[in-house]
């Protein structure tokens, strides 16, 4: 038989061994994350900029089709410029509009967010709304909105006044991948060639979970 120490000694032994499997399965199981859409961290010259109720979209593409995702967040390259804490509108949109623009809303319910500062990219964490993404990719958009603390005319009559925050630009696409949708026209592609072969594009992006 086995003395009581030997005992003690395998017990042991065994739970740091299962410990030790555990955390290998729990880092196996960890699901792996991409970046859709913009991956710069300097943004291009220029200024992307609404009136109350105007959106801009970036299509980023599904880099995965035929694997299954969700997205986990989504971010925006703010400036510091302008009124970088104004509140704005997050929207996800399928890309099943009328040649390929902008249609159905995967983010079913209203969600705001406001930087805290400008000058650097801003996060909005949307796990928790598990939206899967499309095989072919989404939108992802700004609305610019206003509030109690934040109130701008909307009078169609007035001269156009640049409002709210600022979106920066990108030009590290060479198609246009960004739709601009202001109330009475719709949805409408982007096409701002910057004569080097690129194209002007919102600077926004998509962080993904590959799920296995």
């Given amino acids: 038989m086995l003395s009581t120490e030997r005992r003690f000694l395998?017990?042991?032994?065994?739970?740091?061994?299962?410990?030790?499997?555990?955390?290998?399965?729990?880092?196996?199981?960890?699901?792996?994350?991409?970046t859709l859409g913009s991956h710069k961290s300097v943004p291009g010259e220029g200024m992307i900029q609404?009136?109350?109720?105007s959106q801009f979209a970036l299509f980023v593409q599904n880099k995965q089709p035929a694997t299954a995702s969700t997205v986990r967040s989504v971010s925006f390259f703010i400036d510091k410029n302008g009124s970088p804490t104004q509140p704005f509108r997050v929207h996800l949109y399928k890309a099943d509009g009328d040649e390929n623009k902008p249609g159905s809303d995967l983010l079913t319910q209203s969600v705001v967010a406001a930087a805290t500062q400008g000058g650097k990219w801003?996060?909005?964490?949307?796990?928790?709304?598990?939206?899967?993404?499309?095989?072919?990719?989404l939108f992802v958009a700004m609305e610019w909105i206003t509030d109690a603390k934040h109130p701008s005319s909307t009078d169609a009559t007035e001269d156009f006044m640049p409002y709210g925050q600022i979106l920066r630009p990108t030009f590290?696409?060479?198609e246009s991948r960004t739709w601009t949708y202001t109330i009475g026209n719709g949805w409408n592609l982007?096409?701002?060639?910057?004569?080097?072969?690129?194209s002007y594009n919102a600077m926004i992006k998509a962080e993904v979970d590959i799920i296995k």
């Fill in 190 to 198: 982007l096409q701002l060639p910057n004569g080097q072969g690129r």
């Fill in 172 to 174: 590290e696409f060479k």
């Fill in 50 to 53: 609404g009136m109350p109720g």
């Fill in 122 to 137: 801003f996060t909005v964490d949307v796990a928790s709304y598990n939206i899967s993404v499309p095989q072919e990719g």
């Fill in 10 to 34: 395998l017990l042991f032994i065994g739970i740091l061994f299962t410990g030790h499997c555990d955390g290998q399965s729990r880092n196996a199981t960890k699901p792996q994350t991409l």
